[in-house]
């Protein structure tokens, strides 16, 4: 869901367990979509992405399902690990396909 | 090989003064853009060079909000007579600037106005 002010979504897991962080994009034209990590003081990482095209993709312990009817995406990390604990953002590629535009992001936090 | 990278990755300034942001694009990239994060939040557009091509400003917040890209490569991220709400993490990412290429992001300058 979208976020309020500094209360982004949060997730919170236990080690070893599988995470699945979820995003509603909002444009229908968009054909490209990503997942970024950020880390606390740095930039968003690239993670992973997918084409329209396709509904699924698949990496090293993440995967991305793109549902284009209902205009929703998900991340999919297998055994997450301390080190996953991050900010989450998926990002579409919007109307004119040459900028991203960012959802609000979903705090993962990994119990260990 | 090298990443993107920003200087400063912090600057403090007065409310009123003037600043410049610089951002290094990874070499061989010629997309450029540049992104503002407010504390929490997610990402916010501010401004893309592609190429030779006319900079797309549509994201810039208010005529105080100006950019350059000199040679295809260095940018510089100004913004004139700061506000407190300018305060901020400002985002540069470069790609290769075809559909479909990821965003490659630097760290950012966090620019906290006073």
């Known amino acids: 869901g979208e976020s309020v002010g500094l209360h982004l979504p949060t997730l919170s897991v236990q080690e070893g367990d599988n995470s699945i962080i979820n995003c509603a994009y909002s444009?229908?034209?968009?054909?490209?979509f990503i997942w970024y990590k950020q880390e606390s003081g740095k930039g968003p990482q690239f993670i992973i992405d997918?084409?329209?095209?396709?509904d699924k993709r698949q990496g090293q312990r993440v995967t991305v399902l793109l549902n284009k009817t209902v205009k929703h995406l998900s991340l999919q990390i297998a055994a997450t690990q301390p080190g996953d604990s991050a900010v989450y953002f998926c990002?579409?590629?919007?109307?004119?396909?040459?900028?991203?535009?960012f959802g609000a992001g979903t705090i993962l936090r990994v119990k260990s | 090989g090298a990443g993107v990278s920003q200087s400063p990755s912090n600057k403090v300034t007065e409310k009123g003064k003037d600043v410049e942001l610089r951002c290094d694009p990874i070499?061989?990239?010629?997309?450029l853009y540049w992104y503002r994060q407010s504390l929490g939040q997610g990402l916010e557009f501010l401004i893309y060079?592609?190429?030779?091509?006319?900079?797309?400003k549509s994201g810039l917040p208010s005529d105080r909000f100006s950019a350059e890209r000199t040679g295809g490569s260095v940018s510089t991220l100004t913004i004139q007579r700061t506000q407190q709400e300018d305060s901020a993490v400002y985002l540069c990412?470069?790609?290769?600037?075809?559909?479909?290429?990821?965003?490659?992001f630097g760290n950012g300058t966090r620019l906290t106005v006073t």
């Open positions: 997918i084409r329209s095209n396709m």
């Open positions: 060079f592609q190429g030779n091509s006319a900079p797309d």
């Open positions: 444009n229908s034209a968009s054909d490209y």
């Open positions: 990412a470069s790609s290769y600037g075809r559909a479909n290429s990821p965003l490659h």
């Open positions: 070499s061989g990239h010629t997309a």
């Open positions: 990002a579409e590629n919007g109307e004119y396909g040459n900028k991203l535009v």
